[in-house]
């Protein structure tokens, strides 16, 4: 059977500090190596400190596609004159891409045209229902106009057997 090492309060409270101020590029495996102990020993460690603390850990930001008009409106402004490398350390703060920010731009300046697009796409609905309107009343006329040849080729065969006589 395996032996748990016993750690002071005093080592652990040290520990939690010096994960909690660490930079960027040192790891909790590496702290955990350096205090000579296991890195889920340490972990459970850090959690349970933030439960204790009642700090839970901040929520992952919402996605960009998530974020709402006046959001992205904000975001536009706030990026707004910033070019190439300090463009892209803004939209990495904030977990967005320059790409998205041009969309959101167009999107922001095409709003006009959409009660355009509305507006011509009844008329467009308007200039089909006259068409098949008319194309109704073409096809009518057809039928009329076949019907009254048929009619007329009858009586001229009609004629044509009588002799010429008609009663």
């Not at 960027?24 to 850090?46: D, G, K, V, Y």
């Not at 229902?129 to 073409?138: D, F, H, I, P, Q």
Request: proline share 2%; glycine share 4%.
């Amino acid at each position: 059977m395996k032996k748990y090492k016993k750690y002071s309060a005093d080592f652990k409270e040290q520990a939690l500090v010096k994960v909690y101020s660490r930079s960027n590029e040192q790891s909790i495996q590496s702290i955990a190596n350096s205090l000579n102990m296991n890195l889920t020993t340490l972990i459970s460690w850090m959690k349970k400190s933030e439960q204790s603390n009642n700090n839970p850990k901040p929520q992952k930001s919402k996605r960009p596609e998530d974020w709402s008009a006046e959001e992205r409106l904000a975001a536009l402004q706030q990026s707004y004159g910033l070019l190439g490398e300090d463009l892209n350390a803004w939209c990495r703060e904030r977990g967005v891409f320059a790409h998205q920010l041009e969309q959101w731009k167009a999107n922001f300046c095409s709003h006009n045209e959409v009660g355009l697009q509305r507006e011509e796409a009844s008329a467009l609905r308007a200039l089909k229902v006259e068409n098949k309107s008319l194309e109704r009343e073409l096809l009518r006329k057809d039928k009329a106009l076949a019907e009254a040849a048929a009619l007329l080729v009858l009586q001229k065969k009609f004629r044509a057997l009588l002799g010429g006589e008609v009663e």
